[in-house]
């Protein structure tokens, strides 16, 4: 689905998509650049045009990879666990495939390591819109990888019986040309 019409479907102003379609960038022959090169202008321009709950509902509606293994692995995981700690749980989801090296932190939030490590230099971004690349003119924005915190947040949800709230993307691996991965922080909602 095209960002204007992600846009729309969650029920954002003509103007506003407007103002997103006519965004300058840099333009190249690859298409998957393009993308990247448009997407590191508007999603921005997106963030400062719209108020912060219209903005996180396009950036959950972004989020890919919500059915198949990693769906039927999440509820796999809670059946199997569902009696366990918290701590234990969450110790346990980071031994599975494609689900990060979440953790505890000291403040309490549920923090991920969810794409790469401090290890490694020069990693590429796995995500499939833009296959890799990095914009070539521009930072892609932490905002941009909202998507993907909230991909991880859905599938931590089912995995651990938790209400979460997307509170930080704090690295990336895209704002970072490669060089740290991508960690996301949670707040867990207190329930009741």
């Known amino acids: 689905m095209e960002f204007a019409d992600l846009l729309l479907s969650v029920g954002v102003s003509e103007d506003i998509i407007n103002k997103l379609k006519n965004v300058e960038y840099k333009k190249s022959d690859n298409p998957k650049q393009n993308r ?82 401090w290890i490694y230099q020069q990693m590429k971004c796995p995500c499939p819109e833009i296959g890799g690349l990095n914009p070539e003119s521009d930072q892609m924005p932490l905002a941009y990888c909202e998507c993907c915190a909230n991909h991880f947040k859905f599938h931590y949800q089912i995995a651990l019986n938790l209400k979460l709230r997307l509170k930080k993307v704090k690295s990336t691996i895209l704002n970072s040309a490669g060089k740290s991965p991508c960690v996301f922080v949670y707040e867990v909602e207190k329930s009741g």
């Open 36 to 117: 990247a090169n448009y997407l590191a202008k508007a999603v921005p321009t997106a963030k400062s045009l719209l108020d912060e709950e219209t903005f996180t509902k396009v950036m959950e509606s972004r989020s890919c990879c919500k059915t198949g293994n990693r769906l039927k692995n999440s509820k796999q995981f809670h059946f199997v666990n569902r009696i366990k700690p918290i701590e234990e749980k969450v110790r346990l989801l980071g031994d599975l495939i494609y689900m990060g090296k979440p953790f505890l932190n000291d403040d309490g939030d549920l923090e991920t390591i969810a794409v790469g490590s």
